[in-house]
């Protein structure tokens, strides 16, 4: 079984920062990439960003380019998603997912392609 746990969440105001974390752990044979969704209330899951674990390289869906980073720590199996200058349009559960089977594309945008989720963290935004 593979667990994942996201923490860091909670209230900020328009403008400030808050840092997300994802720890994996459990029998994790094979760790492609681990993303970051988010949905607020009545909305679909939107993707947030991903990180591909064996390069580092990252991307990030375009309503949080430029604002959003990822970093990952590979001895702890952690990823980190640092948010600044948010929005409330941010607002949402924040959830962290693990691939682990390869995306020829080497690109993971879609929901199916991740294999294990958190049970997401709150983000609220405030104006």
């Known amino acids: 079984q593979v667990q994942l746990v996201e923490s860091g969440g909670g209230l900020v105001q328009t403008g400030g920062s808050l840092r997300l974390s994802c720890s994996a752990s459990?029998?994790?044979?094979?760790?492609?990439?681990m993303g970051w969704f988010r949905q607020a209330p009545g909305k679909e899951r939107e993707f947030v960003g991903f990180?591909?674990?064996?390069?580092?390289?990252?991307d990030f869906g375009d309503s949080v380019k430029g604002r959003f980073t990822l970093s990952g720590d590979y001895g702890k199996n952690t990823v980190y998603l640092q948010m600044n200058s948010v929005k409330p349009e941010d607002t949402g559960v924040y959830y962290c997912?693990?691939?682990?089977?390869?995306?020829?594309?080497?690109?993971?945008?879609?929901?199916?392609?991740?294999?294990?989720w958190g049970q997401g963290t709150q983000v609220t935004v405030s104006s």
């Open positions: 990180i591909r674990w064996s390069t580092g390289v990252t």
């Open positions: 459990g029998r994790i044979f094979t760790n492609y990439a």
């Open positions: 997912a693990v691939a682990v089977s390869e995306s020829y594309s080497g690109t993971y945008y879609q929901p199916n392609q991740y294999d294990y």
